[in-house]
């Protein structure tokens, strides 16, 4: 009975209804179609990623997150850059450009994920911030801009190092992550704690395993350590770097420094941890999981 039932449903359904399940022919030539319609308006999404460079091109998650974790609807721009702190970042000129990019009309929301930590701990001159001020301040600040341009503020906290101490990650970053949790609660920001949760992945991978997430493979003794349950102060990047691509006299000729190090991401860390944000943002911004892909 159930196998008559099927097709008499489908007889009852709306032709319209129908007619958009079967795909369009191709026109023959000279042919002209008897109806046309206007397309309904676009409802788009543009996601703007700012950070550091374990969100940049080539050495963080969030160009792996662009290409395989949201529709189509969906503009992702990675405006990740390596070296910067929230400090910095404003310096050079960065924050005028995203602040620009929010004022691009045309879409129906626009979402600024920020993620920084990583050079603000740095001790290099022009990056560091101090930890219980200027770092929550200049977050503070961003969010304030973010939503005063007309865009919604989306804040993580940073991605973790991958470095073991007797089969025991020692996440250096968790303080600042922290900080960044006082903001968002302070500020009534979405939070996606990556921090947390790839620090929880990285101590389930283990040392081993988590060394493989890196832009270059381990040598022998870095290897002999993940064994042990520990890694190694990091190799100079002149030593730890890949050679670089090989290019021609009139093809694309920018370079990577790709290097094996406990902080950075080649293709399958980058796979994993946008992966991670993609399911860390689905749970922060309910609104955005209808664009969001698994």
Same mark, same amino acid.
């Given at each position: 009975?159930? @196998?008559?039932?099927?097709?008499?449903?489908?007889?009852?359904?709306?032709?319209?209804?129908?007619?958009?399940?079967?795909?369009?022919?191709?026109?023959?030539?000279?042919?002209?179609? @008897?109806?046309?319609?206007?397309?309904?308006?676009?409802?788009?999404?543009?996601?703007?990623?700012?950070?550091?460079?374990?969100?940049?091109?080539?050495?963080?998650?969030?160009?792996?997150?662009?290409?395989?974790?949201?529709?189509?609807?969906?503009?992702?721009?990675?405006?990740?850059?390596?070296?910067?702190?929230?400090?910095? %970042?404003?310096?050079?000129?960065?924050?005028?450009?995203?602040?620009?990019?929010?004022?691009?009309? #045309? %879409?129906?929301?626009?979402?600024?994920?920020?993620?920084? #930590?990583?050079?603000?701990?740095?001790?290099?001159?022009?990056?560091?911030?101090?930890?219980?001020?200027?770092?929550? /301040?200049?977050?503070?600040?961003?969010?304030?801009?973010?939503?005063?341009?007309?865009?919604?503020?989306?804040?993580?906290?940073?991605?973790?190092?991958?470095?073991?101490?007797?089969? @025991?990650?020692?996440?250096?970053?968790?303080?600042?992550?922290? /900080?960044?949790?006082?903001?968002?609660?302070?500020?009534?920001?979405?939070?996606?704690?990556?921090?947390?949760?790839?620090?929880?992945?990285?101590?389930?991978? #283990?040392?081993?395993?988590?060394?493989?997430?890196? !832009?270059?493979?381990?040598?022998?003794? /870095?290897?002999?350590?993940? !064994?042990?349950?520990?890694?190694?102060?990091?190799?100079?990047?002149? /030593?730890?770097?890949?050679?670089?691509?090989?290019?021609?006299?009139? #093809?694309?000729?920018? !370079?990577?420094?790709? @290097?094996?190090? %406990?902080?950075?991401?080649?293709?399958?860390?980058?796979?994993?941890?946008?992966?991670?944000?993609?399911?860390?943002?689905?749970?922060?911004?309910?609104?955005?999981?209808?664009?969001?892909?698994?």
């Amino acid at each position: 009975m159930l @196998k008559i039932l099927v097709p008499l449903a489908l007889l009852a359904a709306p032709a319209a209804a129908q007619a958009q399940s079967v795909p369009a022919e191709p026109r023959a030539p000279g042919e002209i179609p @008897k109806t046309r319609t206007d397309a309904p308006p676009i409802k788009a999404i543009k996601l703007i990623l700012v950070g550091d460079s374990t969100m940049a091109p080539g050495s963080g998650w969030a160009s792996a997150f662009c290409a395989q974790h949201v529709k189509s609807s969906v503009a992702c721009l990675n405006l990740g850059r390596g070296g910067r702190s929230t400090r910095s %970042y404003r310096q050079e000129g960065s924050w005028d450009i995203v602040r620009g990019e929010i004022g691009v009309k #045309g %879409y129906d929301a626009i979402y600024v994920l920020i993620q920084f #930590g990583h050079n603000d701990q740095s001790s290099a001159s022009e990056r560091w911030t101090h930890m219980q001020s200027e770092f929550p /301040e200049n977050l503070t600040r961003y969010v304030q801009e973010v939503r005063a341009a007309g865009g919604i503020p989306v804040l993580l906290t940073p991605l973790s190092r991958r470095d073991f101490k007797g089969g @025991k990650l020692n996440n250096t970053l968790d303080v600042w992550a922290a /900080e960044i949790r006082k903001v968002a609660a302070a500020t009534k920001t979405p939070l996606v704690d990556l921090n947390a949760d790839s620090a929880a992945l990285v101590q389930t991978l #283990g040392p081993v395993a988590a060394a493989k997430l890196a !832009q270059a493979a381990p040598n022998e003794d /870095e290897v002999a350590a993940a !064994q042990a349950g520990t890694t190694l102060k990091p190799r100079p990047a002149a /030593e730890a770097r890949l050679p670089d691509v090989p290019t021609k006299p009139d #093809g694309p000729r920018g !370079q990577i420094t790709r @290097k094996f190090d %406990y902080t950075h991401v080649g293709d399958a860390g980058a796979r994993v941890f946008a992966k991670t944000v993609a399911n860390g943002l689905a749970r922060a911004v309910p609104a955005l999981r209808p664009q969001l892909l698994p």
